[in-house]
């Protein structure tokens, strides 16, 4: 299965960037689907989830300023970054498993390559 995200780019302080994780042959919406993220020299914290039942959990750093969402009729998980700040720079992950949100990274089924956030002025 290939998990392929998409929507990153670079932005300045204060601006916005919507992501997308698409992955064809899975349907995601019986899936969790979690975001991570990392920056640069640093590990690599989920920064949000939304289980299969579209629970939503959020990494203190980005509540308020992150929302994670489904359309399920485009079988496409978006990560929506408001009010973005340099320390929100790096690589974000898009990974999907049944249990994505209960399951440590490490198990987590499928992967993909990442997608490049960039925050500068």
């Known amino acids: 299965v290939q998990v392929v995200e998409s929507g990153g780019g670079l932005v300045q302080p204060g601006g916005t960037l919507t992501l997308s994780c698409v992955a064809p042959?899975?349907?995601?919406?019986?899936?969790?689907i979690a975001w991570f993220h990392r920056a640069p020299g640093k590990g690599l914290p989920e920064v949000s989830c939304i289980s299969g039942r579209d629970a939503e959990n959020y990494i203190d750093f980005v509540k308020g300023r992150f929302t994670i969402s489904r359309d399920n009729a485009k079988n496409t998980a978006y990560l929506q970054m408001n009010n973005l700040n340099l320390e929100d720079t790096g690589v974000y992950y898009c990974a999907i498993d049944l249990a994505a949100c209960t399951k440590a990274a490490g198990t987590l089924s499928y992967w993909g390559q990442g997608t490049q956030v960039t925050v500068s002025a």
């Open positions: 042959g899975l349907s995601l919406h019986y899936y969790g």
